[in-house]
């Protein structure tokens, strides 16, 4: 990268801080105050910095928007397939990737199983919203009154003697899931079916979508698929850090 270029782009971090004065850029960037100002001025004709009426200057509105158009095309399910097909191949079970749209909770990516017995799930077909990880994953990142008013409307049917009974406790769950950032489904949806998912975060650090890794008790019991949760989080944790353009300090590191 030129030298021109970097200092440039090492401008737009030091705005973010908040407005700045010539002076101070240049002494940030260790330049003459011409030099400064002639990055600035390029900066400002592309609409990535504004001088304010004080002479100080800020980030631009067209820095904002660029960064909101590159947010509404990115792809979640593309950036996250390779990590999935990885996470498959090292563990053989099904992994999934679920959205929250419009009041569902959708699959919009599936790997499936190494071995012969099959999950029914499909690639655009609704979670069940009460007990999958997924799900509980999404919903849990909501504001507290979005989520109970979610839970007051929601039916809670007995799929299994360990399917969520109510409200009540519905909205405890998702307080559990939010504060451990992981979510189990063990045995809620099918008795012989457990789960273990973990969350996938933008550059905003909100939930974006929710991957999960599934498999019947004939061929792990609930405790070893536990047992992978620190792969599930790492591979989560590794598409979140590509999927938001940053390394992420704000994200936990898997255990």
């Not at 101070?24 to 002639?38: F, I, N």
């Not at 399917?163 to 008795?191: C, I, K, Y």
Request: hydrophobic share 45%; aromatic share 4%; glycine share 6%.
């Amino acid at each position: 990268m030129s030298q021109t270029v970097d200092r440039a782009l090492s401008i737009l971090p030091l705005l973010a801080e908040g407005p700045a004065a010539l002076g101070q850029v240049a002494d940030r960037l260790g330049v003459h105050k011409s030099t400064a100002l002639r990055l600035l001025r390029t900066l400002h004709e592309h609409g990535l910095v504004y001088r304010q009426p004080d002479q100080r200057y800020r980030l631009g509105a067209r820095l904002f928007a660029l960064a909101q158009e590159a947010a509404e095309h990115l792809d979640v399910r593309e950036i996250a397939h390779p990590h999935l097909v990885a996470l498959n191949e090292s563990c053989g079970h099904t992994v999934h990737l679920a959205v929250h749209e419009e009041n569902e909770v959708l699959y919009i990516d599936k790997v499936e199983s190494r071995y012969p017995v099959r999950m029914y799930s499909r690639i655009g077909k609704p979670v069940a919203i009460t007990v999958a990880a997924v799900a509980k994953l999404l919903l849990a990142d909501l504001p507290e009154p979005e989520r109970r008013a979610l839970a007051a409307r929601l039916d809670y049917p007995r799929y299994t003697s360990r399917s969520t009974p109510d409200a009540a406790a519905f909205l405890a769950e998702l307080a559990t899931v939010r504060e451990q950032g992981w979510a189990t489904d063990l045995g809620g949806h099918e008795e012989s079916i457990n789960c273990i998912g973990a969350p996938i975060r933008g550059a905003d650090g909100r939930v974006a979508a929710a991957m999960s890794i599934s498999a019947p008790n004939v061929v792990v019991s609930a405790g070893e698929l536990l047992a992978l949760l620190p792969l599930v989080r790492r591979t989560a944790d590794a598409i979140s850090r590509e999927y938001s353009g940053t390394t992420s300090p704000g994200l936990p590191p898997a255990p």
